[in-house]
Nanobody
């Protein structure tokens, strides 16, 4: 069992930056690939970024590529999402997720994640 708690969301002006954190409970955090997803009001949940268990493999969605960076610190049981050059369309609730499937290193598929946090609100004003 893994419990995930996101933090770092808030209100920021367009062009600004935020760093989201996702703290995980449990001693097996380093065995999970992690992901960030977001959901805006009235829209489907959208994949943002994913990272392998050791941080060697990362992938970000084309909508945030070059602006967002995912990273992790297994010693702190924490995964991060650095968000720069924020745009109003980045406004959403951001969720982190943990997954553990045989043969999967990273994935953009939400159904491949076993545990989800409660989310943190990010609002970007124009």
């Amino acid at each position: 069992q893994v419990q995930l708690v996101e933090s770092g969301g808030g209100l920021v002006q367009a062009g600004g930056s935020l760093r989201l954190s996702c703290a995980a409970s449990g001693r097996t955090f380093s065995s999970y690939y992690m992901g960030w997803f977001r959901q805006a009001p009235g829209q489907e949940r959208e994949y943002v970024a994913t990272i392998s268990w050791n941080g060697d493999d990362t992938h970000t969605a084309y909508t945030v590529k070059g602006r967002f960076t995912i990273s992790r610190d297994n010693a702190k049981n924490t995964v991060y999402l650095q968000m720069n050059s924020l745009k109003p369309e980045d406004t959403a609730v951001y969720y982190c997720a943990a997954g553990q499937r045989i043969g999967v290193v990273t994935t953009i598929r939400p159904e491949a994640y076993n545990y989800w946090g409660q989310g943190t609100q990010v609002t970007v004003s124009s």
